[in-house]
């Protein structure tokens, strides 16, 4: 390639991004990843008190219908297999949205999380954080995340720093939200019967406290 040739195709290139350039100043690009961000942001809303407008959550309800899998699961991209994470969250979500119990959209991730070794408690922990923040799943099934270790000195090796950033801005939040008793509103019950993620929320025994603490290291084994 000679040098005016070169100069020629730079100069090409930079004109085409510069086609993609928004008024903002900046460059949008497609970014194809987990259902499981969806669903969670459905439950912020609902957590947060934010109504959802009807044309985002048509939207929203049309992703999970596009995303699903053949067997009526989602799972962490489009061609992974099904995950009891992703699906347990994109069912809560769903219902959080007015989706009945009987729409096959539901219906079939209900039956898929049925046949899941464990059910809806095969959930890994970060799952558990969820349903509980939604008072579906009791807080004394979830790995507890105590805010005193961020006030521990930071020298020590396994002060929260030191985790991985994603990890990190999530054990922040759970450190602070898991204090917090929260409420999905209406449909809770029957949300509740459906996931069959027990323990109760109301457990205050310590056998009872036992009972899901074994139940959810069972399940993650």
């Known amino acids: 390639m000679t040098r005016p040739t070169a100069r ?4 090409r290139a930079i004109d085409h991004l510069l086609s993609l350039q928004s008024p903002r100043g900046d460059w949008e690009g497609e970014m194809v990843w987990c259902p499981m961000i969806t669903a969670q942001w459905v439950i912020v809303q609902r957590v947060a008190g934010r109504e959802i407008p009807e044309a985002a959550r048509t939207g929203v309800i049309r992703h999970f219908e596009v995303t699903r899998a053949p067997d009526g699961s989602w799972g962490l991209h ?6 009891v994470f992703v699906t347990a969250l994109a069912y809560v979500a769903l219902r959080i949205l007015g989706v009945g119990p009987d729409s096959p959209l539901v ?6 999380l049925h046949e899941q070794p464990g ?3 095969a959930i890994p922990t970060w799952g558990k954080f969820w349903l509980a923040m939604l008072d579906l799943y009791g807080w004394d099934g979830v790995t507890p995340s105590p805010p005193e270790l961020w ?6 090796p396994f002060h929260p720093v030191r985790y991985y950033c994603h990890t990190r801005a999530i054990y922040l939040a759970e450190s602070r939200c898991g204090v917090c008793g929260l409420h999905c509103g209406p449909g809770r019950a029957s949300i509740r019967r459906a996931c069959a993620a027990a323990p109760s929320p109301c457990a205050s025994s310590a056998s009872s406290a036992s009972s899901a603490r074994a ?6 084994q």
């Not at 139940?215 to 993650?220: E, F, G, M, S």
């Open 107 to 112: 219906a079939d991730a209900r039956r898929w």
């Open 78 to 83: 489009p061609e992974s297999h099904g995950y």
């Open 8 to 11: 020629a195709a730079r100069d």
């Open 215 to 220: 139940r959810t290291r069972a399940c993650l």
């Open 119 to 121: 059910g809806v408690l």
């Open 151 to 156: 006030l521990l000195p930071r020298a020590l």
